[in-house]
């Protein structure tokens, strides 16, 4: 990786997004029509771009003013109001956003997100995806969703810790809860390898265990990848001497 990767544009970033988690097949699985469909994602693009804005204020803000995350909240909740739910509902929606939020500002604070357990970071880190398949589970005609939603939030897990290992360079330069990225600084790249390694073996076996082949197969391809550029990354982190950060 010797040459920088252009930085995306917002709407591009959310249709990889959208793409890689798979979100239009799960909602076809859904049984949701084509109108309903189409509908659906539009108001879910226009809430992972509030989101966005949120996450890129603050990968880009050391020092985060209340007033201005009141307004990018004030963007999220109206954007999530559009799909029609009663205010209790889209405080439970938010809650992990909400927590992830949290453990990012608490990096500013001297305490790095190695502090929390690795499936509880991950779970937090994957709160958009989440939120946005159990919008489309309230929308569908099916009723099995707790099975279905268990299947890809391991899906979700697996894809979240690629996404870290992927985007090394480009959070090396920002306020970025990357977790693999601080644990390698913080400790080292071999004991955050095993970590990691350990974190991804226990999501094939939860996979496996599920009962559903077809999904167990999509969630170990994930892993697998995972795993291999765990192998490779190593040598990525050489080249940085890790003096971006503010001191903490």
């Known amino acids: 990786m010797n040459s920088v990767e252009p930085v995306p544009s917002l709407n591009q970033k959310i249709n990889d997004l959208f793409s890689t988690r798979l979100l239009l097949r799960f909602c076809m699985e859904l049984q949701t029509d084509v109108q309903e469909r189409q509908n ?17 204020y603050g990968e880009q803000t050391w020092n985060l003013d209340k007033t201005h995350l009141s307004i990018l909240w004030n963007d999220i909740n109206a954007s999530l109001s559009a799909f029609g739910f009663d205010k209790n509902i889209m405080r439970q929606l938010l809650s992990d956003i909400h927590s992830f939020q949290e453990i990012e500002e608490q990096l500013r604070l001297g305490n790095l997100p190695t502090k929390n357990p690795i499936e509880m970071f991950y779970h937090f880190k994957t709160c958009d995806v989440r939120m946005s398949r159990q919008i ?53 790249t071999d004991s955050t390898n095993k970590e990691y390694l350990s974190f991804l073996k226990e999501l094939g076996k939860q996979a496996t265990l599920a009962g559903n082949a077809r999904m167990a197969t999509i969630i170990l391809s994930k892993i697998d990848e995972s795993i291999l550029l765990l192998k490779k990354v190593d040598r990525q982190l050489i080249k940085y001497e890790f003096t971006v950060l503010p001191v903490i």
């Open 40 to 56: 659906l994602f539009s108001h879910l693009t226009k809430l992972q771009r509030s989101i966005y804005d949120l996450d890129t």
């Open 136 to 188: 489309l589970v309230a929308h569908s005609k099916k009723i099995n969703s707790p099975p279905i939603l268990y299947l890809w939030n391991l899906f979700d897990l697996a894809s979240e810790v690629l996404d870290d290992l992927l985007d090394i360079d480009e959070d090396i330069t920002t306020f970025n809860g990357n977790r693999y990225l601080l644990s390698s600084i913080s400790q080292s």
